[in-house]
């Protein structure tokens, strides 16, 4: 079934992405949010499925997935989970990751598949070349 974003999360998608242009763009380190070990933890047997519950500027939700993005040296690294904690296929992930990564070649995203978490890597200036801010 096709994913189809609400307003309000494609308006959260927007503001991420453009906060992660500007971060490229001021070679500003996009990080994880802090880890709080006072909230409660979902899951003790898979840590990804835990990251990014804390609202940050670097995260967001499209229907029942999570995505959180992470920078790693000369690659953007994109965590989609299930807000429900379920397994996650690649189908899946690649319809999350066609919306948030939008203009961006799907040839320059890299897949790392999971059963919980599926993860996509891109070059952090492919996206200024390719992507398309706002939807």
Wanted: hydrophobic share 40%; glycine share 6%.
């Amino acid at each position: 079934m096709p994913l189809a974003p609400t307003d309000a999360e494609l308006a959260q998608r927007n503001a991420v992405m453009a906060k992660i242009l500007e971060c490229t763009r001021t070679e500003t380190r996009i990080k994880l949010p802090e880890f709080d070990p006072a909230r409660e933890r979902p899951s003790d047997q898979f840590a990804l499925i835990n990251v990014g519950l804390e609202p940050n500027d670097f995260g967001g939700v499209l229907g029942t997935y999570r995505y959180q993005f992470e920078g790693e040296e000369d690659l953007l690294h994109l965590m989609i989970t299930s807000v429900s904690e379920e397994p996650v296929s690649t189908a899946e992930a690649h319809q999350v990751a066609s919306i948030v990564l939008h203009g961006v070649p799907s040839a320059l995203v890299w897949l790392k598949p999971g059963e919980f978490s599926q993860h996509f890597y891109v070059g952090h200036d492919e996206l200024l070349v390719h992507l398309t801010e706002k939807l």
